[in-house]
């Protein structure tokens, strides 16, 4: 896992966001979902894997009870740091806007494959067994987030 890309996009001369640096985390993986308010307001949401928080950007936010699919864009990995960031990406940087933390909380791996990730979540407003599958119709990085019944 590298954060080329992470770092790539981003001036840390002028974004508060934290440098892109792999680290092996301590303890249960840690998920985060930030509400962020770019240009597109949407949610982010991040799993710790590997030492990045690999993540998708949710139009809809992460569904809260079972029977919904929500429309979710992989993105680039970020720092594990991300997990704790709150703040203003000023006005000309990547993701300029307001970057809130939704919810946080660790996570049970059940399954990572190429295709399809299943986790339990323990935050405050997530809890539960949440699927992510690839939605290969639909492009490249196009996957589906749902809420398992059950
Ligand atoms: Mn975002």
Do not use: C
Request: aromatic share 12%; hydrophobic share 35%; no cysteine.
């Amino acid at each position: 896992m590298t954060l080329h890309e992470y770092s790539y996009k981003r001036d840390f001369t002028k974004t508060p966001e934290p440098p892109g640096t792999v680290e092996r985390g301590t303890g249960d993986p840690v998920f985060v979902v930030q509400e962020h308010h770019s240009r597109h307001r949407h949610f982010d949401f991040r799993l710790e894997h590997e030492g990045v928080l690999v993540s998708w950007a949710v139009p809809k936010g992460v569904p809260e009870l079972p029977g919904n699919k929500h429309l979710a864009v992989r993105t680039e990995d970020h720092p594990l740091a991300y997990a704790d960031f709150e703040g203003s990406i000023p006005e000309g940087e990547y993701g300029a806007g307001e970057v809130e933390i939704w919810d946080k909380g660790t996570f049970n791996l059940m399954n990572w494959e190429e295709d399809r990730i299943e986790v339990v979540l323990q935050g405050n407003r997530l809890s539960g067994r949440y699927i992510l599958v690839r939605f290969k119709r639909a492009g490249e990085n196009e996957w589906l987030l749902f809420k398992a019944k059950g």
